[in-house]
């Protein structure tokens, strides 16, 4: 158990059927009456985002949430196919509910695969990929001091935002937190 007095960045708890993670957190102290903290808080099963307030001596049941690495294998229609590197089983998740978290994932890519109490919610792709421009305009050498950008699409099937520079078959960097564009692979 935990008291929201104890709240930290990053921590999970239990609190009302649902899981969250504390994106923010605040100890208030006004002049006039009690004490309490504000938060802001991650649904980590449905992916929204709460601003709750708490009292600092509120109790909270801690939620231990399983990260385990394990190596993207290939996706059909309906399934997406992992496999534990150590014990090589495999694991299927429905493409319904991870499909924005693979957008930049290619086979063989090794992921994060996050359980709760043994469900399966989501996918934490690496930080960085390098992936191949599949489709994008011609680029223009010498384009490097504007913010120009134009539309390129990967071999994931990601579109993103690049530089007027960057060209067909070209290998570039993509930080798959914010899905931007990082820097040309040599």
Not at 105 to 130: A, H, L, Q
Request: charged share 30%.
């Amino acid at each position: 158990m935990i008291t929201a007095g104890e709240f930290r960045n990053g921590r999970t708890f239990e609190h009302e059927g649902n899981v969250f993670q504390i994106v923010e957190f605040q100890h208030v102290k006004p002049g006039k009456g009690a004490a309490f903290v504000r938060t802001k808080l991650k649904n980590i099963i449905s992916g929204g985002v709460v601003e709750k307030t708490f009292r600092p001596t509120e109790k909270f049941e801690e939620a231990h949430i399983d990260r385990k690495d394990m190596a993207y294998s290939y996706g059909d229609d309906d399934f997406y196919h992992f496999m534990d590197n150590e014990t090589f089983d495999m694991l299927d998740i429905a493409k319904s509910e991870i499909e924005e978290q693979m957008k930049f994932v290619k086979e063989n890519d090794v992921c994060k695969v996050m359980s709760y109490k043994g469900n399966v919610f989501g996918v934490e792709p690496p930080t960085f990929v390098e992936l191949e421009v599949v489709d994008t305009e011609p680029g223009f050498a010498g384009n490097t001091s504007t913010n120009a950008t134009k539309p390129a699409t990967l071999e994931t099937g990601a579109t993103i935002q690049v530089p007027l520079f960057v060209d067909m078959n070209e290998v570039i960097r993509v930080d798959t937190r914010t899905g931007e564009y990082m820097e040309r692979v040599k």
